[in-house]
């Protein structure tokens, strides 16, 4: 099997080439993963405006929380684990310590919400309670202003799940 090349080789060798030939590798990328062609159109046409990125996402999130089939917590559990590793892709795309943190919380906010309820289930508890503790590391490696205003929001969360706690 053919090993990869490195990042710090790819880069060297990419230098050499000629602005024609760069476009032409972006396209033959975007053709062979959905994922490629998702990073390429971020870079292309949402890195500019991250919030209009962070606004989408969080759309899409709240649209496939509402077509989730309640009728059993096998299938909640399974569609909450699509959602997560879609929003997971989606903060790797953008590297923005700021939109993974409005994201998760944005994410375990409508968790919190969420019927029929995750506190009622330990495998969905625990899922919320792993986003919070991630959540938590990453508002820490944020400037003191931004620490200040998600702090106030994980605190609501945080204050959501004990009360489910204490309910039960």
């Known amino acids: 099997m053919m090993k990869p090349a490195t990042i710090a080789q790819i880069k060297k060798e ?9 476009i032409d590798y972006c396209l033959r990328l975007s053709k062979f ?3 490629n062609k998702e990073l390429l159109s971020y870079l292309l046409f949402q890195s500019d405006d ?18 989730i089939n309640t009728s059993n ?13 879609d929003t997971k892709k ?4 953008s ?6 943190v409005e994201l998760l919380l944005h994410f375990c906010y409508r968790l919190s919400e969420f019927k029929p309820s995750v506190f009622k289930n330990k495998t969905l508890e625990n899922m919320y309670v792993r986003q919070i503790n ?6 820490d490696a944020l400037h003191e202003d931004l620490q200040y205003d998600y702090n106030l929001e994980l605190e609501q969360l945080t204050k959501a799940w004990k009360h489910a706690n204490h309910l039960s």
């Open 50 to 67: 991250e919030q209009a990125y962070i606004d989408a996402i969080q759309e899409d999130i709240d649209e496939k929380l509402e077509s």
């Open 73 to 85: 917590y096998y299938y909640v559990k399974k569609s909450l684990r699509r959602i997560l590793r």
């Open 134 to 139: 991630v959540i938590e590391s990453k508002i």
């Open 95 to 100: 590297s923005k310590k700021e939109t993974e």
């Open 90 to 93: 989606f903060i790797r795309y």
């Open 33 to 35: 993963k959905k994922e």
């Open 14 to 22: 990419l230098q050499h080439k000629s602005d024609q030939e760069l």
